[in-house]
């Protein structure tokens, strides 16, 4: 299949699962969403399963490429670990939170789909923990453990996409809350730390 219709395919799965949750959604409604009939659709992908699965290892890729940050100062590459949590670039425009927390809670169902939210998780935790070791190794952060302030930005960042989802809870709320822990447990308020 083309990079175009596997794009447009995507892009119109989070449509129709923003439009109809995951109990409404259907080839055909995602069809609908898009220019590609349903037999096409089926013809990439043999069951919704695996589509479902194609759209998150899309937006998780999307999501690690907007983690990676080439400066070298961990006061930088964890602000842009924020910046990519909690400030999107275009927030919900495209309904996307809505679309990725109806496959949230399948997970508990779908043994492919928790696989995959474990696999983000690793991910977020794994980078977190990466950035926190070389601030505590360069001298920019205090002294804490790495893989616990990991699971804390993990988790408060798991709550914010929840409160902004159910709540309608802007994400930059929870931010001001993650800056104050990591100031607490880091000794640096990322915000307002980096020298530019």
Known sequence: ???ETRAEILEATN????????????????ADESSVTSAAIHYHFDTKEELLNAFLDDRIERFESKLSCGAS???????????????PEEPDVD????????????????????ERFLDLDDV?????????RDGVESGEFDEADPAEIARLVTTMSNGAH????????????????????????LGWTPAAGVDE
């Open 1 to 3: 299949m083309d990079a």
């Open 15 to 30: 449509r129709a699962l923003c439009e109809h949750g995951y109990a409404g959604l259907t080839v055909q409604r995602i």
């Open 73 to 87: 100062d961990p006061r930088k590459r964890l602000d842009a670990v924020l910046d990519a949590v909690f400030n």
């Open 95 to 114: 309904g996307f939170p809505v679309a990725l927390m109806e496959l949230k809670a399948q997970a508990p169902y779908h043994e492919l789909f928790r």
């Open 124 to 132: 977020m935790r794994g980078t977190v923990a990466d950035i926190v």
């Open 162 to 185: 929840a409160r902004a989802v159910a709540l309608g809870e802007h994400p930059a709320e929870t931010r001001r809350v993650v800056e104050d822990a990591l100031e607490l447990h």
